[in-house]
């Protein structure tokens, strides 16, 4: 501890006004809080100020996902570490591009986003796709709309869906299968050009179920961090417990989705899947607990979130079953970003309404 | 009552319901300014002998009301900037009032009541009234749609409602009973503490026969106590003709003290608590005594901030203040933040208060936290958490008035309610980005006054 702020210490007057390094302050300050809480007082009432802050904030997400990049390094080997480190390299640079040419800090969303991109990713995709794809994702997703807090889309899905339709083979066909036993594949590391086979959804369409066991378990073919059903429940719950992740969007999302699920079934039965097999089957769990709840691109407003939630769900169940995608969480996600500004709108005009008659 | 919001942050140096009387000081410093004061009228002469009681300053904007001598002593105008200081102070018994031939302006038709609200004004007693709504002082010979008198102070950390009530019942209920007369027909609410205290139940019995005392009672959340946000409670909703007048036990009191006795508000119960303070409890002292040797000998840190009120609304005491003002009721002493925590975030924080559940801390009751001064993290953008809206009182968005705000859409800020905020600070003790969001609103709030309705006052 005395070391690093030692060091810290002796590079401060590299990075201040004069110094060599003058250009990457950003990256200098942000090592610096990271390892030091900043020291800095209000100045203002209310002088007393809450202990949580965005970096807290964001490491409860890190902490959530936690199981699942357990799960993933299990079922798929040491490549998914790779993956992470890639997407946190490229994620990172642009970051800190974009912080040196705008002069602001940098921020804590990059951790989040870099962690959660591989976990959506096919495990066996080439390690430059990840590489392209989250630094597409942080720059278009995000940055481009003045960073953290003011983006419209989730970065991570921006990413994803850029590799989607800009290497469709690839995304389609990169999956491995999951190691088992004691240790799965944790001492191996899986090379492209594995086993191209159905996921449990794509192999759905075509009347073959996987067992409801191995889809808790984990054991089929899919995302990197989403066929652990236990490890995201877990997680995610988490999440939802320290109100980081709002319970409505979770319950809204999987509640409609269910819901019409068991109605369209009645309705039309023969073109829809079981509903309680869908819940756990594909990205829709890791999608309603980690990525629909992303503060930033979820409506602020309760009514807003409901209605958000409910979108997501629906469109999800419509895709997967009507569609010729095999999976609809991504898109049904990002469908949801672009409607949350104007569920927003909606639930504040009637909020305002009803204010408007108060004194 | 219809409530919602708010939030208990919990520091460590509450205020024990020890009360400590002060020793008689030799010199006292009356500041020209508090809070909603600016007593720019002096009204004595320099090195005039006075005595006590005896009005030393007015404050034209609001009804001359009057700074009173607290002791006898020799006025020195020019002795501390900002303030009169009163030299060789000594301990006179104080005489029974005797009202002036000419009383100004009491309004013909008041009649006895008249006097009796002038006699206030007079006495010191009038400067605990405030209107409900806006804090500011009402007009002494308006008359009120009601009054709403609270027993309950819920900011870390102010006077205590029963520390004050728990030996001056008697002149409580006598002082409600002078602010009856006061008034024709209208409601008197008063606000109790949701407790089961021997304290409340004996209020609750003594009051029981006072047909025109409407009891509330309010759970122990900040901001309850506030006064616009009671009166919303209440459903008495804002009208500039009819206002709402609320006071503190502390008011009341001072009514009995004017009306039954003839004396002037000389005493003051104030609380000193907080982080660095070593003994925390209420003190018995008068407006004027010297900061300095309240706080000698009893903080316990350095370096450290003195707050004039609680540690969310309070205001620094700047060290150019040297006495105690007249409506200050308690004394928040902070320490200072200083040193950077080792890896701070990533720490379990088993000893941290936090209205989220991000730390250990939420596993069990959590305990008092000994706050700082520091913001405790960066400022980011809003990440629209909604914690500040949760939080609100008033049922406003913080966030959304933030960013309109930021756009400077001055006009959807005004239709998104700014005014209904009631300045608690709780939206920016919770705001994980640390946005100084209180600030904000009060700053927005007054350039909505300036830009937009600059012309309509007094049209």
Known sequence: MKLIRGVLDGARPLFEEGGALKLLKPVFEATDNFFFAPGSRTHHAPHIRDPLDLKRFMSMVIVGLVPCVVAAVYFFGLRMLAMIVVSYAA??????????????????????????????????????????????????????????????????????????????????????????????????????????????????????????????????????????????????????????????????????????????????????????????????????????????????TNGGKWAYAALIGVVTLLIRNLAGYDEGMMFAILLGNIAAPVLDELAIRYRLRRLGATR | MKLRGGYNVRITGRPSGAVEVLPEPDTLYLPLRSRRFNFSEVCVEEGERLSPGQAIARDPQNYSVPLIAPRAGVARLNAAEGHVVLEDVTKIPEEPYHPSEDIPHVPKGLGSAGMKRHKLLELGAWQFFCDAHSGALPDPFGTPRAVIVSTVHLEPFLLRGDVQLSKRLVSFTRGLEHLQALLEYQPIHLILPKVDSDLASKVRETLRGYAWVSIAHIPLRYPFDNFAVLARGLGLKYDPDEPVWALNAEGVLAIDRALTLSRPCTVKLISLGGPAIEDPKHLKAMPGYPLRIILDSRTSSDPFRVLNGGGLTGEVVEPSQLGLDAECSGLTVLPEHSDREFLGFARPGADRRSYSRCFLSSLRVPPAERFTTGVRGEHRPCISCGFCEEVCPSGIMPHLIHKLLYEDALEEAERARIDLCVECGLCSFVCPSKIDLRRELIDGKGTIQEELHAGEVEA
Request: proline fraction near 6%.
């Open chain 1, 91 to 300: 994620g990172g640079i642009v970051e800190v591009v974009f912080a040196v040419v705008r002069r602001k800090q940098i921020n804590e969303g990059f951790l989040v986003t870099g962690l959660m991109f591989p976990l959506i990713l096919p495990p066996g995709l080439p390690l430059w796709m990840v590489a392209v794809g989250v630094a597409f994702g942080v720059l278009v997703g995000k940055e481009i709309f003045g960073g953290t807090g003011r983006n419209l889309f989730n970065p991570a899905l921006v990413g994803r869906c850029f590799l989607a339709l800009a290497y469709p083979s690839k995304m389609a066909a990169s999956w491995i299968t999951p190691g088992g036993g004691l240790f799965g594949r944790l001492g191996e590391y899986v090379n492209v050009d594995a086993i191209t086979s159905a996921t449990p959804l794509s192999a759905a369409k075509n009347g073959v179920f996987a067992s409801v066991g191995d889809l808790l378990w984990g054991n089929v073919l899919g995302s990197a961090g989403e066929t652990c059903v236990i490890a995201i429940i877990a997680g995610g719950l988490f999440l939802v417990v320290t109100r980081i992740a709002n319970w409505r969007t979770v319950v809204g999302v999987l509640g409609s989705f269910a819901l019409l699920g068991f109605v369209l079934r009645y309705v039309a039965p023969g073109s829809f899947g079981p509903v309680g097999w869908h819940l756990l089957a594909g990205g829709l769990l890791f999608g309603a607990f980690f990525m629909a709840t992303d503060p930033v691109t979820s409506p602020v």
